[in-house]
């Protein structure tokens, strides 16, 4: 009986907790307390069953919040110091960037968040394993050029197109680190320059693959053609019956928000994850246990290659609906930090998006509405970045200046490779 | 036949010498930064910043010799971050170099908007480095050889010189070898009472320097502005002639200006009708393919400085 | 005889934890002082204070009778204090020249004048008695000559105080006669020495007088010629200290379980670390590998794990020839591995213990979750075609109860403190640590299993323990091969002795027909 309404209050938590992502997702603002209410419940359960447990994984979650915090408020406070410096107010432009962000212009927070959460992820889950997949970006290119091949020219019904477009880009995006981890394993050859010279490689040759696939047609240049509308990822107006949802949503957020949880199961309740960590943490000792760790290294890279390239293909089939040739693009770079925020944790990726998302599409606002440009959100990700990242600042700062002692006792290093 | 021999003209050798001068300096930084123990994959970030600020100070004095202290001094301050993230901050050395390349694109971006009111890129300057061109007497007439190495620009002469002087300050002097050390094996160094993190800031600031002429050949020498991304990937092509190079100046050298030869190369061939078939971008991709196999074949056999990338910690309780 | 340097009332306080509690040292001129005491009772706190990189709580150093305060080695350096490290701080790539001449290099303007420097350090060593090669590379010379090399830098800075962190854990018997002889010189040169060491034996027979450091507070001082190790031992322990471990004589079996044949392995560089090694193990008997450091121990060790590919040659186990088997492979035929290096090979240390109690058996039916027979088809259809690089084969679910039990079971067994399975491995004890490696091996019912430096790091106390674990083992039948540097070690434990030199046995005896001096003999080659 009492396990019987646990199962039915989880369920009913779990059915909250998916429509109010939706919701949200489609700038329905009903969305969020859904699903703060539905994480109540479940919370709720956790605790009676277990005090302690659930105590411990609440604090557990505030000592890894604690940094990121302490980071975005230090940068935020940067950030207003340079805009009264060039002649701004600070709240005001903050004000908007955010209300832009995270309210006016939440549809693209979400539609920027999509890929980043991908590229993120593939370079996050290569942290695990102690590898820096840096050129994650050309991994994105591959996708994207894959996705875009079969979009135009493979004739099938939909579901099968995208299952098929999905699988080939991935295989083919992955393949794309096969030389890498190959050299990485045989020679030593660090994975920052080789993975980096690819994605140099992948940048030159996406030119001519615009070319190849229909980018000669003069009033297009430099984008391919439209693949074809059975391609087309489900926008969300079509899955959520409700107005004011903004045409360019898909579901592909939803996909990225899935992988992420995929990507955490596999490192952490899996035995693949367990091995994946062991060598991060300690390459020779995992050796010493019988781990395979050449093998453990090559599937890493194939896999964070295969997240990369999940990235292009979800943005073609879903956002672009093409190829474009555009270096400036960069969801590949924006990645690292992305993940570098997180420190690799795959759901930590999601919220590190969302926020690299917003700042992105707040900027864009910012600069619309009123006379800064946009390029101040460069400088600020770049500051959350470094006193995130850099969190070994506070312990410098504490010891120089015996500040806060308490506060900061429990910040080691960081744990990236 | 006469078609490839036709390739073979002064004119690719200047070239290439062109392409492999920032790629040889930024290289040469990389090399005295590993040396001291510090991993930088940052040169890129670094070039950038200092391009910029090159320009900067060129265009407020119309002079181009401050132009290019600026923008050194740029560098150098700028290499200052990744070398208080490591050593200070004990941040993992990739990690920091990543960040600084990502820092160092936003930071140009916002104050080419601040200084410039302007997107992308910067004005052309008044007078570039490159107009600075010097011919030595005598060793200019040299027939071929002299066109190539003795009528060139400042900052081509400066990157001959510091082949020379940081190979000498590598192998010969008291604060090379204090250097090396550093980077490989820290704790001799700090219980002989010399300081292991001044070294490191050595090493990193040198690399800043380094980079601060290769960044400012970039945009006030063969070019003539600040544009957006447009060190373009040297500064990694510039590891892979770290690694190739085997950790010294001279096999940085060679790395760098076998990297500059396929690169000018491949321009020449891209006119070639005989080669028209292949999409131009095969070409444009040859130098980061040809790094690759450099490394491929390069790295088992060479020999990383053995602290290179650790982190230093000496436990000072108070 | 003056006073050189004195240590007066010195007390260390780290947060609550007192490392150093009133610690008074007198060293004269041209006198030897042996300092004693476990890990963790203080020494390297007292030698941290001394070289100006702690700040002592309350008392003050005095060098000639003078206070003085050191903010950093380099004052220590310059009131003449130098100091040998146990892990010598040598550049391996560099000539011993330059590792003698680093930080005093003649030199004119920066440029450093190698020939000068050169003669010097010539001169220097033929002075001393120290025979070295100035122009050889540091890799390339054995770890006694290293020393040598060490030593010579410290007199190459005029050094009025030597401390030498336990100088004769790497060397052979007769290495050390010379070590000694080479000190004793330094004393009548009128310099002061201070070693630090656990070898009771040496510490009676090199110092004139001995201090004894137990938690942190000095114990005892006594002139050296008053005392016997036995009170030395129970003076540094606490207690009274059995140095004979109860060795039952062994069952001969007759089972040749291990052997290797010819076996051979290649460096990187190209040179063979081991060369046509050959030797045989039965089961329940403690086959004991002796030598000097570097000369192909560790890669022995590899070989024998599979963690490296050897050149040629057969490993044998229970009449198979198991060359092809990969390192979890060996772990599944029961082959054990306690490592030297605990934290490098034998754990994860971010790892919470109860991981680290399954690491290598983590994809076995017994911690994993069953799968669905759908998804184990697919699984085995990728199998067929991705072989080893399928990357879902590892996707089994890890069940975490089971893990969990068994990690209560191990930790209460072998008493591994704290009593918790969530405790992170790194985090525990140096004691606590090897329990978990220990442990976790016996329980996996090993065959044959390889013991390397067992009691590295490990408290005197402590050392009783794992010993007679090993002798357990030994008489379940379990074929063992210990590798060790500590030839004392060697000698209570096995039942055969081989000395490993440059990559070969030169010498196998059992052991009651040998003795040290020869073993020491054949460590440095000395038999030819």
């Known amino acids: 009986m009492k396990n019987l309404t646990t199962f039915l209050i989880n369920l009913l938590s779990a059915i909250i907790i998916t429509l109010g992502v939706i919701l949200y997702l489609s700038s329905h603002f009903i969305g969020l307390p859904m699903l703060i209410v539905g994480i109540g419940f479940i919370y709720l359960i956790q605790y009676k069953n277990n005090k302690k447990k659930a105590i411990q994984s609440l604090k557990s979650l505030g000592k890894a919040l604690f940094i990121p915090f302490i980071g975005l408020v230090v ?42 959460i991908f590229t993120g992820l593939a370079i996050g889950f290569a942290f695990n394993a102690g590898l820096f997949n840096i050129g994650a970006q050309g991994q994105y290119y591959v996708g994207t050029a894959v996705a875009t091949a079969i979009g135009i020219y493979l004739p099938m019904p939909s579901i099968i197109l995208i299952v098929i477009a999905y699988v080939v880009s991935m295989l083919l995006s992955a393949s794309y680190n096969i030389i890498p981890a190959y050299l990485k394993i045989k020679t030593g050859a660090h994975e920052v ?45 079509d899955l959520v019956p409700l107005d004011h949802i903004n045409y360019r949503l898909n579901v592909g957020i939803l996909v990225a928000i899935l992988t992420a949880f995929v990507c955490y199961f ?152 | 036949m006469n078609e490839i021999l036709s390739l073979f003209d002064t004119q690719l050798f200047t070239t290439t010498i062109d392409f492999s001068t920032p790629i040889v300096l930024a290289a040469i930084g990389g090399v005295l930064c590993e040396r001291g123990g510090i991993v930088n994959i940052g040169l890129e970030g670094f070039m950038n910043f200092s391009a910029f600020f090159a320009v900067v100070g060129t265009i407020a004095t119309g002079n181009p010799w401050i132009g290019l202290v ?170 892979a002639a770290v690694i190739a190079g085997r950790w010294s100046p001279i096999g940085a050298l060679v790395a760098s200006v076998v990297f500059g030869f396929i690169n000018a190369l491949q321009y020449k061939l891209q ?48 | 005889m003056t006073t050189f340097l004195k240590l007066e009332k010195i007390t260390k306080k780290f947060s609550k934890i007192v490392a150093n509690k009133d610690v008074t040292i007198e060293v004269k001129k041209g006198e030897i002082i042996g300092l004693l005491g476990e890990n963790g009772a203080g020494k ?121 962190d336990e100088p004769t854990a790497v060397l052979t018997p007769q290495e050390v006669i010379h070590l000694f002889e080479v000190v004793r010189k330094l004393r009548a040169d009128g310099m002061s020495v201070i070693i630090i060491t656990h070898k009771l034996d040496e510490a009676s027979e090199i110092s004139d007088r001995i201090y004894i450091l137990r938690n942190g507070e000095l114990v005892d001082s006594c002139n050296a010629c008053d005392v016997d190790s036995q009170m030395l031992a129970t003076m540094m322990v606490g207690r009274d200290i059995i140095f004979k471990t109860d060795k039952k004589p062994r069952k001969e079996t007759g089972i040749k379980s291990f052997k290797l044949q010819d076996l051979s392995y290649k460096k990187m560089d190209g040179t063979y670390a081991i060369k046509n090694l050959n030797l045989e193990i039965e089961a329940g008997e403690i086959y004991g590998i002796a030598g000097v450091d570097g000369n192909g121990q560790k890669e022995l060790a590899e070989v024998v794990r599979g963690m490296v590919k050897e050149e040629s040659g057969e490993i044998i186990f229970n009449e198979k020839v198991i060359n092809k088997y990969t390192t979890l492979e060996r772990m599944q035929n029961h082959m054990g591995y306690i490592p030297a290096d605990r934290l490098k090979f034998g754990l994860i240390p971010a790892y919470d213990m109860a991981s680290n109690l399954i690491i290598g058996e983590q994809d076995e039916k017994k911690y994993t979750k069953k799968t669905n027979p759908v998804w184990r088809r697919i699984v085995d259809v990728l199998d067929n075609i991705l072989g080893e690089y399928n990357p879902v084969r590892g996707l089994s679910i890890i069940n975490k109860k089971a893990v969990i039990e068994n990690a209560k079971e191990v930790i209460k ?31 996996r019912k090993p065959e044959f299993i390889l013991i ?24 379940c039948g379990v074929c063992i091969l210990l590798i060790s540097l500590e030839l004392e070690e060697i000698f209570t434990l096995s039942d055969k002795i081989a000395v490993l030199y440059e990559g070969k046995i030169v010498l196998e005896k059992p052991a009651h027909l040998t003795n040290k001096n020869e073993v020491g003999l054949y460590m440095t080659g000395g038999s030819n």
């Open chain 1, 266 to 417: 596999i490192l952490y309740k899996t035995t693949l994850g367990f091995k994946i960590r062991a060598v991060g943490h300690n390459k020779d000792g995992a050796k010493a246990q019988g781990i395979k760790v050449n093998k453990i290294i090559f599937v890493t890279l194939l896999i964070s290659g295969a997240l990369a390239g999940m990235s292009g293909v979800t943005q073609v089939l879903g956002l672009e609906h093409r190829m474009t040739y555009d270096l400036s693009s960069s969801y590949g770079w924006d990645g690292i930090s992305v993940a570098l925020l997180a420190s690799g944790n795959p759901i930590g990726i999601i919220f590190s998006a969302f926020l690299w998302g917003g700042i992105d599409s707040g900027g864009q606002y910012l600069e619309r509405v009123t006379d800064i440009h946009k390029s101040i959100v460069e400088i600020m990700k770049g500051l959350i970045l470094f006193f995130v990242v850099a969190r070994y600042i506070y312990l410098y700062i504490n010891t120089k200046f015996g500040i806060t002692k308490k506060l900061f006792k429990n910040i080691s290093h960081s744990h990236t490779p």
């Open chain 2, 271 to 318: 006119i070639i009708p005989a080669l028209k078939f292949f999409p131009t971008e095969i070409f444009s991709a040859l130098p980061y393919i040809l790094s690759i196999l450099a490394i491929a074949f390069a790295v088992k056999k060479s020999r990383p400085p053995k602290a290179s990338g650790e982190d230093f910690i000496v436990e000072r309780i108070d």
């Open chain 3, 452 to 475: 390397v430096q067992p009691t590295w790091g490990v408290d005197v106390g402590a050392i009783e323990r794992i010993h007679e674990q090993i002798l357990a083992m030994r008489d």
């Open chain 1, 75 to 116: 940068s935020l406070i940067i950030v207003s110091i340079i805009l009264i410096s060039t002649g701004y107010n600070p709240l005001m432009t903050l004000k908007t960037l955010i209300y832009g962000g995270f309210i006016k212009s939440w549809h693209s927070t979400v539609l920027n968040a999509t890929p980043l």
């Open chain 3, 44 to 164: 390297s706190t007292l030698m941290n204070v001394l070289f100006g990189l702690y700040k002592p709580t309350s008392g003050r150093v005095l060098i000639n009778d003078k206070p003085v305060k050191f903010s950093s080695p380099k004052d220590a350096k310059s009131a003449g204090l130098s100091m040998i490290h146990q892990h010598f701080m040598l550049v391996d790539n560099m000539s011993v020249t330059e590792n003698i001449i680093l930080g005093q290099e003649p030199n004119k303007m920066g440029f450093i004048n190698y020939k000068e420097a050169r003669e010097k350090v010539i001169a220097l060593s033929h002075k001393y008695n120290l025979e070295i090669d100035p122009d050889a590379k540091i890799e390339d010379i054995a770890v006694g000559v290293q020393q040598r090399v060490e030593i010579l830098k410290a007199l190459f800075r005029d050094t009025k105080l030597l401390i030498m």
């Open chain 3, 413 to 443: 067994k072998y008493d591994i403190r704290p009593n918790d399975h969530t405790a992170i491995a790194g985090y525990l004890s140096g004691g606590n640590q090897q329990k978990v490696v220990v442990g976790r091996e016996i329980e």
């Open chain 2, 70 to 239: 600026s923008g050194v001094i740029a560098g150098m301050i700028f290499s200052l971050i990744h070398g208080f993230a490591t050593i200070h901050l004990h941040l993992d050395h990739v990690v920091s170099g990543a960040v600084i390349n990502i820092l160092s694109a936003g930071l140009t971006q916002y104050l080419l908007l601040i200084i410039y009111h302007t997107a992308g890129q910067t004005a052309s300057v008044p007078l570039s480095l490159h107009d600075m061109k010097y011919a030595i007497p005598i060793l200019s007439s040299i027939p071929y050889v002299g066109e190539i190495f003795f009528n060139q620009t400042p900052i081509v002469y400066i990157m001959m010189i510091s082949v020379v002087i940081f190979t000498i300050f590598l192998n010969r002097t008291k604060l090379g070898l204090h250097l090396k050390v550093s980077g490989e094996h820290p704790m001799a160094l700090e219980t002989l009472g010399i300081s292991v993190f001044k070294m490191r800031y050595l090493g990193v600031i040198l690399s800043g320097l380094l980079c601060g002429l290769a960044g400012s050949y970039l945009s006030i020498e063969t070019g003539s502005s600040y544009s957006e991304n447009m060190t373009s990937g040297r500064g990694f092509i510039a590891l």
């Open chain 1, 193 to 237: 320059i080789t993975t980096m010279m690819f994605a140099q490689i992948a940048s030159s040759l996406s030119g001519w693959w615009v070319n190849l696939m229909g980018g000669e047609d003069p009033v297009h240049k430099y984008k391919t053609d439209k693949i074809s509308t059975d391609a087309w990822l489900m926008k969300l107006k």
